[in-house]
């Protein structure tokens, strides 16, 4: 006998609506977790009470897809989502159903996406109730569609991507006939909106077995619809001497194997690094792909805005992608402009990223090792130093005001990062030595 136990919250949603004569059980991914030995994140209910029968039985509800029928209910400070047994009529869009009709607990499970996902439990008997073989295909290790996979991918065409993500996520593989409706409808995917491709593909980078699933896209041919110019790093020749793992494409997917934790903002960093190599590919002395870091900058914040990336993110990731090839010349640089790149917001990632990028290619962790070392031996207030003047100093000395009196305070800071000065007398005399005040000043 199977023994499920969701929180004490979600059973007490359950028991009220039983005594209320209906029909309620646990459903989807929480049953799927909690058979794999999971801890579910999240643990919904399907009923055959109708929403307003949920909201006369409970204090704390909100309609939060009331044509779907599904409510989410509070109970104590957790939060569950409770759905009406349904079936759904036609999807005109590619992405929700034209009109949805109540239903029985059988129906649901075979209107669902997988049949993984489509299994419900019932608390009170203790009984997995599998209409759709989940049970099977979970100890197989079988991400199949339910029914006939070409008309769930048409009905939602980002189903296919959730294949890829599930199939990646468990280590399961696809079945056969759901692999082929994907690859004969990845074409579709272009219908979806941006928004939805990109929250998918964000989940997938930031989930173990990254590399698998993005593998997985483009094998299926989904991957040159939704990022064609991550789909063109394929087969771009490295030279083997700094990349002896091979082309770019190889590259990639070996940092995502290597990173399994990344933030959001990494993990497209890794993806997008060396999204200019294909576009300044040569071979001159060797290959070379001189400026790619530029090219593949602008590459990214053109994928982020078709994507709509939130700015801040955009905005990190094409930081990441701008200077992730600074590294090269670390060693060599005058202390300032060192000090100033170790204390640049997004340095800690881009260091990251820079001790991935070598392991998944040469190897030689010798500048990020001297990155870190640096970072552990200088003070905040050696990073940042408190400012010795500021516009209105430099303007009592006599400087007239102007964008002149920036170039005199970042000259300034660069002898306190350098170690040179450290008081206010000697940046006045810094100042008036090598930028003498105008006569007419």
């Given at each position: 006998?199977?023994?499920?136990?969701?929180?004490?919250?979600?059973?007490?949603?359950?028991?009220?609506?039983?005594?209320?004569?209906?029909?309620?059980?646990?459903?989807?991914?929480?049953?799927?977790?909690?058979?794999?030995?999971?801890?579910?994140?999240?643990?919904?209910?399907?009923?055959?009470?109708?929403?307003?029968?949920?909201?006369?039985?409970?204090?704390?509800?909100v309609?939060?897809?009331?044509?779907?029928?599904?409510?989410?209910?509070?109970?104590?400070?957790?939060?569950?989502?409770?759905?009406?047994f349904?079936?759904?009529?036609?999807?005109?869009?590619?992405?929700?159903?034209?009109?949805?009709?109540?239903?029985?607990e059988?129906?649901?499970?075979?209107?669902?996406?997988?049949?993984?996902?489509?299994?419900?439990?019932?608390?009170?008997?203790?009984?997995?109730?599998?209409?759709v073989?989940?049970?099977?295909?979970?100890?197989?290790?079988?991400?199949?569609?339910i029914?006939?996979?070409?008309?769930?991918?048409?009905e939602?065409?980002?189903?296919?991507?959730?294949?890829?993500?599930?199939?990646?996520r468990?280590?399961?593989?696809?079945?056969p006939?759901?692999?082929?409706?994907?690859e004969?409808?990845?074409?579709?995917?272009?219908?979806?909106?941006?928004?939805?491709?990109?929250?998918?593909?964000?989940?997938?980078?930031?989930?173990?077995?990254?590399?698998?699933?993005?593998?997985m896209?483009?094998?299926?041919?989904?991957?040159?619809?939704?990022?064609?110019?991550?789909?063109?790093?394929?087969g771009?020749?490295?030279?083997?001497?700094?990349?002896?793992?091979?082309?770019?494409?190889?590259?990639?997917?070996?940092?995502?194997?290597?990173?399994?934790s990344?933030?959001?903002?990494?993990?497209?960093?890794?993806?997008?690094?060396?999204?200019?190599?294909?576009?300044?590919?040569?071979?001159?002395?060797?290959?070379?792909?001189?400026?790619?870091?530029?090219?593949?900058?602008?590459?990214?914040?053109?994928?982020c805005?078709?994507?709509?990336?939130?700015r801040?993110q955009?905005?990190?990731?094409?930081?990441?992608?701008?200077?992730?090839?600074?590294?090269?010349?670390?060693?060599?640089?005058?202390?300032?402009?060192?000090?100033?790149?170790?204390?640049?917001?997004y340095?800690?990632?881009?260091?990251?990223?820079?001790?991935?990028?070598?392991?998944?290619?040469?190897?030689?962790?010798?500048?990020?090792?001297?990155?870190?070392?640096k970072?552990?031996?200088?003070?905040?207030?050696?990073?940042?130093?408190?400012?010795?003047?500021?516009?209105?100093?430099?303007?009592?000395?006599?400087?007239?005001?102007?964008?002149?009196?920036?170039?005199?305070?970042?000259?300034?800071?660069?002898?306190?990062?350098?170690?040179?000065?450290?008081?206010?007398?000697?940046?006045?005399?810094?100042?008036?030595?090598?930028?003498?005040?105008?006569?007419?000043?």
């Amino acid at each position: 006998m199977l023994n499920i136990k969701p929180p004490d919250a979600a059973i007490r949603i359950i028991q009220t609506l039983e005594a209320s004569g209906h029909r309620a059980l646990l459903a989807g991914g929480c049953v799927r977790d909690a058979l794999l030995g999971v801890q579910p994140k999240d643990w919904d209910i399907a009923t055959d009470a109708a929403p307003e029968a949920v909201q006369g039985r409970f204090e704390k509800t909100v309609a939060v897809g009331a044509q779907f029928g599904v409510v989410r209910v509070r109970v104590g400070d957790q939060e569950f989502e409770v759905a009406q047994f349904r079936e759904d009529g036609p999807y005109s869009d590619g992405r929700h159903p034209d009109a949805v009709r109540s239903s029985d607990e059988k129906g649901d499970a075979n209107r669902r996406d997988f049949t993984i996902n489509g299994m419900f439990y019932d608390v009170s008997n203790h009984e997995l109730l599998d209409y759709v073989g989940g049970r099977r295909d979970l100890d197989a290790g079988v991400i199949r569609a339910i029914g006939e996979p070409g008309l769930r991918f048409g009905e939602d065409h980002l189903r296919m991507m959730r294949a890829v993500r599930f199939s990646a996520r468990f280590g399961f593989s696809l079945d056969p006939a759901t692999a082929a409706a994907i690859e004969a409808n990845a074409g579709r995917i272009g219908k979806i909106s941006p928004e939805r491709i990109r929250d998918e593909l964000t989940t997938i980078l930031t989930r173990e077995n990254a590399d698998a699933a993005f593998a997985m896209l483009d094998s299926s041919g989904l991957l040159e619809h939704v990022l064609p110019e991550v789909a063109a790093m394929r087969g771009v020749a490295q030279p083997p001497e700094f990349h002896p793992e091979g082309d770019v494409w190889t590259h990639v997917l070996a940092m995502l194997r290597i990173e399994r934790s990344a933030s959001p903002t990494l993990a497209w960093g890794i993806l997008l690094h060396d999204a200019g190599k294909p576009a300044t590919y040569a071979v001159t002395d060797r290959i070379r792909f001189n400026g790619h870091d530029k090219v593949g900058a602008q590459m990214s914040a053109d994928i982020c805005e078709r994507l709509r990336m939130p700015r801040a993110q955009a905005s990190r990731i094409h930081e990441l992608v701008a200077n992730h090839m600074r590294f090269m010349h670390v060693e060599k640089m005058r202390e300032a402009r060192l000090k100033r790149f170790l204390r640049e917001p997004y340095f800690e990632e881009l260091l990251e990223l820079h001790r991935i990028d070598c392991l998944a290619s040469h190897g030689n962790l010798r500048t990020h090792e001297f990155c870190a070392r640096k970072l552990g031996e200088l003070h905040e207030e050696a990073l940042r130093p408190l400012r010795l003047l500021d516009g209105h100093g430099l303007m009592a000395m006599g400087y007239p005001p102007g964008p002149g009196l920036g170039e005199i305070l970042a000259a300034i800071e660069d002898e306190q990062l350098e170690g040179r000065i450290s008081t206010r007398e000697e940046a006045r005399e810094f100042a008036r030595r090598n930028f003498p005040v105008p006569e007419n000043g």
